[in-house]
């Protein structure tokens, strides 16, 4: 067979597109490129273009990274013809997606520090904006995906970098096929690689299947053009996933043909935010609509909202307590506005506003809700429609109310149809874990009571004694319990977690008991907690605000509590977190308390608080990907309990594989019912983890696997090729899956498993030569089968000291107290002194401490601020360097590439030839050497381990 099986994939796919209506075109290499994209760009604007003309626009496009070109893309590009008059031309017709010239072409070769050859790339008027990678079946799809970023680092910015316009990769081994955004290289993550589907959530994986409807010329332009964000906070792309696709598409659909209302089912974690915000977006440029409404609730307006809703549509939002602000909004010009739905119930209510707000009554106003379950049960619903009479709503929530879970209020039940009648689109949580969407809960119930307290924890739900549940000593061993495991369950610290327990008197038992044994020494946690002091005096139904006792459904009955003693308890510990922090927070004005709500979710994303103890405060609508384990010591039911549990199960890497729920009562039954309500009853088993002695089985099955490859430790060394060596890596990255999950257990000792945990650190060694020897300079020309395999590092703890481990420890440091800050300076100069590679980087470092991180608002940008830094830097000393020696630039850049890419020391006469004034045949091997050492000298302290 002289066809190789991934050329076969390949040209069967060419086949197909041009069936979908592609043109098939031959391109080998960028010049053939650049003049089809002239020809293109002519019939797509019908213009002819001069060279001229042509080479303006290339010089016009050719700048920037990924999200700069992504926004060149959707723009005009102007330029001056032969006349002198300014024109522009259309890159892409974003109003009439159709509209475009579609074309494929297969095998272009572009040669930037290696030679790369592309599988099928998709053309819309001459530009590449879809890449797709393929690999044979029985491939993981991670290579195809880890091949993607290789070219990004050899090839993709090469020439004019039109690569660099890709806007959606799709990699396919036949049989699994996904898509995902361009990005940063160090933005992408396998994990944000997605599956189509259809409609009702089925998998479209087979890559003809996928491709009919994927691939289809329209639906790929109208997802690069209407479904893919520009997201300028991350300056990352995003492109929707299909259930966020079709959500967006019925919403626009009925406001197009209909004036009913409607809501989306989605499950908590699943992007609600962004899939509401493209559906805003869209609705404001249609014409019949005069404004859209984006209605949250206040505590969600915590700062990364505010940052990522401004990103779509600059001012959009007011962070103020202004109903002012947000009325000279509503009758001003723009067309989209985020609000609470306390402001806009001030807004219709207030006499003082009726006047301004008169006019808007007819007007087409449509309203989006985020989270609606828990804005919605009031009078504020009823006013909001009243008042609009031309209004459209629509709803989304991870957790609908239906009739079982609905509360009651002096209208009587409340449920989610009722209010916004039918659901356009579900997707549960149950396709979210099985698409990956959202990880599983793994939960597990400690007894906290001794049985000759004739109390059995199983049926905590039926005890209504305080004395029992509150008892100084059961509140003293969870405490402990906490203390104690804590660093197993979130990986020694490397996730956070939340401590929830049932009302404001305990939370302050507890929080004094942390405290107490943190001052005896018996733990280093960094704890933080917020809570409200005072009852709201206003009437809550009247600011459309469901009580959280009552929304999150606590069995609890309410205590009384001295809301002035509850204060004062709440500033003593501010004062605490003040200290830990270096901040200057109070609960004494309104501003500042905000303020030390929005800088607590800042640090429990940002790692810097293990324990945060609240009652109902961050259990909904907070995310963070970065946060691991929920502590439960209140009783919790339906949309209340799975909402807290949610906070646990975002998708971030190979280590966090399960959210964890530790419950400190027996809510077996009610996370049942929970689950049963929300996907169905069969679902428990997809949903909740198995328990552990499941995982020990697959643990010493996975064991009985990786003997049969190599019986013993020594014989990975004979392994007889590459085939069998890929056969260990698969079969021992499977064992530190499973391991990672079991550590998470109170329970696991490596005595339960089939395997000594010496011969898992031996055999973890062997496997981490054969990562060592793959990545290694040896295999620079051969292509190797382990090149591409994702060795999954992450599940080893093993901290390459390289320059993001540097970038994470700035990080750290800009977020430290000010005395931690001294310490960690030090601690931080003195490794980078001490590693071979980075020792000759240790001025430049100690430099941007120095001047450039005091003036780094925020931690988040280090990387992108260190990069600029590092980047004048490197240039400020090629200039030094080609003005001391005297040589010519460009050819120095040449030479320092070639090096680069042949890894050998360049020739004497290559750099004899770099001398703007020729030296004599006596200076010559001096100053070649002098040079030589000058330039290897340059690439060791700019290049080597900077570049990815």
């Given at each position: 067979m002289t066809t190789q099986p991934e050329q076969i994939l390949e040209n069967n796919l060419v086949t197909q597109l041009e069936k979908l209506g592609y043109k098939?075109?031959?391109?080998?290499?960028?010049?053939?490129?650049?003049?089809?994209?002239?020809?293109?760009?002519?019939?797509?604007?019908?213009?002819?273009?001069?060279?001229?003309?042509?080479?303006?626009?290339?010089?016009?496009?050719?700048?920037?990274?990924?999200?700069?070109?992504?926004?060149?893309?959707?723009?005009?590009?102007?330029?001056?013809?032969?006349?002198?008059?300014?024109?522009?031309?259309?890159?892409?017709?974003?109003?009439?997606?159709?509209?475009?010239?579609?074309?494929?072409?297969?095998?272009?070769?572009?040669?930037?520090?290696?030679?790369?050859?592309?599988?099928?790339?998709?053309?819309?008027?001459?530009?590449?904006?879809?890449?797709?990678?393929?690999?044979?079946?029985?491939?993981?799809?991670?290579?195809?995906?880890n091949q993607t970023n290789r070219y990004e680092r050899h090839s993709y910015w090469a020439g004019h970098g039109l690569f660099q316009f890709?806007?959606?990769?799709?990699?396919?081994?036949?049989?699994?096929?996904?898509?995902?955004?361009?990005?940063?290289?160090?933005?992408?993550?396998?994990?944000?690689?997605?599956?189509?589907?259809?409609?009702?959530?089925?998998?479209?994986?087979?890559?003809?299947?996928?491709?009919?409807?994927?691939?289809?010329?329209?639906?790929?332009?109208?997802?690069?053009?209407?479904?893919?964000?520009?997201?300028?906070?991350?300056?990352?792309?995003?492109?929707?996933?299909?259930?966020?696709?079709?959500?967006?598409?019925?919403?626009?659909?009925?406001?197009?043909?209909?004036?009913?209302?409607?809501?989306?089912?989605?499950?908590?974690?699943?992007?609600?935010?962004?899939?509401?915000?493209?559906?805003?977006?869209?609705?404001?440029?249609?014409?019949?609509?005069?404004?859209?409404?984006?209605?949250?609730?206040?505590?969600?307006?915590?700062?990364?909202?505010?940052?990522?809703?401004?990103?779509?549509?600059?001012?959009?939002?007011?962070?103020?307590?202004?109903?002012?602000?947000?009325?000279?909004?509503?009758?001003?010009?723009?067309?989209?506005?985020?609000?609470?739905?306390?402001?806009?119930?001030?807004?219709?209510?207030?006499?003082?506003?009726?006047?301004?707000?008169e006019a808007l009554k007819d007007e087409r106003i449509v309203f989006i809700f985020d989270e609606c379950h828990r804005s919605q049960f009031g009078k504020t619903h009823e006013d909001i429609k009243r008042f609009f009479e031309n209004c459209q709503m629509f709803g989304f929530t991870g957790t609908p109310i239906f009739e079982p879970n609905a509360g009651k209020n002096e209208y009587g039940k409340r449920t989610t149809k009722m209010l916004f009648g039918d659901c356009l689109h579900k997707y549960v949580i149950t396709d979210a874990i099985r698409d990956g969407n959202v990880l599983k809960f793994s939960v597990e119930y400690i007894r906290t009571f001794k049985k000759k307290d004739h109390i059995l924890d199983i049926n905590v739900e039926a005890i209504d004694e305080a004395e029992v549940m509150d008892a100084p000593v059961r509140l003293d061993n969870i405490t402990e319990y906490i203390i104690t495991n804590h660093n197993r369950k979130t990986h020694s610290r490397e996730f956070t977690s939340i401590f929830c327990v049932s009302s404001v008197p305990i939370l302050i038992e507890y929080y004094k008991l942390f405290l107490k044994k943190k001052e005896e020494g018996k733990h280093n946690l960094r704890l933080a907690t917020i809570f409200s002091y005072s009852a709201n005096e206003e009437d809550k139904d009247a600011v459309g605000f469901v009580d959280d006792e009552e929304f999150l459904m606590a069995a609890e009955p309410q205590a009384e509590y001295n809301s002035q003693h509850t204060r004062d308890e709440l500033e003593d510990f501010i004062k605490h977190y003040n200290k830990q922090f270096g901040t200057n927070y109070t609960s004494k004005d309104n501003q500042s308390y905000y303020n030390y709500y929005n800088d607590i979710a800042k640090r429990v994303k940002h790692r810097q608080i293990d324990v945060l103890v609240v009652v109902n405060m961050f259990l909904t609508g907070f995310d963070s990907k970065h946060l691991?384990?929920?502590?439960?010591?209140?009783?919790?039911?339906?949309?209340?309990?799975?909402?807290?549990?949610?906070?646990?199960?975002?998708?971030?890497?190979?280590?966090?594989?399960?959210?964890?729920?530790?419950?400190?009562?027996?809510?077996?039954?009610?996370?049942?019912?929970?689950?049963?309500?929300?996907?169905?009853?069969?679902?428990?088993?997809?949903?909740?983890?198995?328990?552990?002695?499941?995982?020990?089985?697959?643990?010493?099955?996975?064991?009985?696997?990786?003997?049969?490859?190599?019986?013993?430790?020594?014989?990975?060394?004979?392994?007889?090729?590459?085939?069998?060596?890929?056969?260990?890596?698969?079969?021992?990255?499977?064992?530190?899956?499973?391991?990672?999950?079991?550590?998470?257990?109170?329970?696991?000792?490596?005595?339960?498993?089939?395997?000594?945990?010496?011969?898992?650190?031996?055999?973890?060694?062997?496997?981490?030569?054969?990562?060592?020897?793959?990545?290694?300079?040896?295999?620079?020309?051969?292509?190797?089968?382990?090149?591409?395999?994702?060795?999954?590092?992450?599940?080893?703890?093993?901290?390459?000291?390289?320059?993001?481990?540097?970038?994470?420890?700035?990080?750290?440091?800009?977020?430290?107290?000010?005395?931690?800050?001294e310490k960690q300076k030090k601690a931080l100069i003195e490794i980078v002194a001490g590693d071979a590679q980075l020792r000759s980087k240790r001025e430049l470092i100690e430099k941007f401490i120095q001047e450039n991180l005091p003036h780094i608002s925020d931690s988040d940008d280090i990387p992108d601020e260190f990069e600029s830094y590092w980047s004048e830097e490197r240039k400020e000393a090629l200039s030094k360097l080609s003005q001391e020696e005297n040589l010519d630039s460009e050819k120095l850049q040449e030479v320092i590439g070639k090096y680069l890419f042949t890894e050998k020391k360049p020739l004497r006469d290559d750099v004899i030839g770099l001398l703007n004034k020729r030296p004599s045949l006596k200076e010559r091997a001096t100053i070649a050497e002098r040079v030589t050492d000058k330039i290897l000298k340059f690439v060791e302290t700019f290049i080597n381990g900077i570049t990815g």
């Open positions: 098939k075109v031959v391109i080998r290499d960028e010049n053939e490129l650049l003049a089809n994209l002239k020809s293109q760009l002519e019939k797509h604007n019908k213009v002819q273009l001069s060279e001229n003309d042509f080479k303006q626009i290339l010089n016009y496009i050719n700048k920037g990274n990924v999200f700069e070109r992504a926004k060149t893309l959707r723009d005009r590009v102007p330029y001056t013809n032969a006349q002198g008059e300014t024109k522009t031309v259309e890159l892409i017709n974003q109003i009439h997606w159709c509209q475009n010239e579609f074309q494929v072409t297969q095998q272009i070769a572009m040669e930037g520090t290696h030679k790369n050859r592309y599988d099928v790339t998709i053309l819309i008027n001459g530009l590449p904006l879809v890449q797709i990678e393929l690999k044979r079946r029985g491939l993981e799809l991670k290579e195809a995906f890709v806007q959606i990769f799709v990699i396919s081994n036949g049989v699994n096929t996904k898509y995902y955004a361009n990005s940063p290289i160090k933005a992408r993550s396998f994990k944000q690689t997605f599956y189509w589907a259809d409609e009702k959530n089925r998998l479209i994986t087979q890559l003809a299947a996928f491709s009919e409807v994927f691939l289809e010329p329209c639906h790929i332009s109208k997802m690069i053009t209407k479904y893919t964000v520009l997201n300028e906070s991350q300056k990352i792309l995003m492109v929707l996933r299909p259930y966020q696709f079709y959500a967006v598409e019925n919403i626009v659909e009925r406001v197009k043909t209909t004036t009913k209302y409607g809501y989306i089912w989605h499950t908590t974690g699943s992007g609600k935010t962004l899939t509401s915000f493209k559906a805003a977006q869209i609705l404001t440029n249609l014409k019949e609509v005069h404004k859209v409404v984006f209605v949250v609730d206040r505590k969600d307006l915590d700062y990364q909202t505010t940052k990522e809703f401004n990103t779509f549509s600059k001012g959009s939002i007011d962070g103020t307590n202004n109903t002012n602000t947000l009325v000279k909004q509503l009758s001003g010009d723009n067309k989209l506005i985020v609000t609470t739905i306390q402001k806009l119930n001030t807004a219709i209510s207030k006499t003082r506003y009726l006047g301004k707000m691991n384990t929920l502590y439960v010591d209140k009783n919790l039911k339906y949309h209340g309990l799975i909402q807290a549990y949610s906070r646990t199960n975002r998708i971030l890497n190979e280590v966090k594989s399960q959210g964890n729920i530790v419950c400190f009562r027996n809510l077996k039954e009610a996370t049942d019912e929970a689950i049963t309500l929300f996907s169905n009853k069969n679902a428990i088993e997809e949903i909740i983890m198995q328990p552990y002695e499941e995982y020990v089985t697959k643990f010493n099955q996975a064991f009985i696997a990786l003997l049969q490859i190599a019986p013993t430790v020594n014989s990975v060394n004979d392994l007889p090729s590459e085939e069998e060596e890929l056969a260990f890596i698969q079969a021992f990255r499977e064992l530190m899956r499973l391991k990672n999950v079991l550590a998470t257990f109170t329970e696991f000792k490596f005595d339960d498993l089939s395997m000594t945990e010496q011969s898992f650190e031996d055999y973890k060694s062997k496997y981490l030569d054969l990562y060592d020897k793959a990545k290694g300079h040896n295999q620079k020309e051969k292509v190797s089968i382990l090149g591409d395999i994702d060795f999954e590092l992450e599940l080893i703890h093993r901290d390459e000291i390289n320059v993001a481990y540097i970038l994470k420890l700035l990080a750290k440091l800009k977020d430290a107290t000010p005395e931690e800050q």
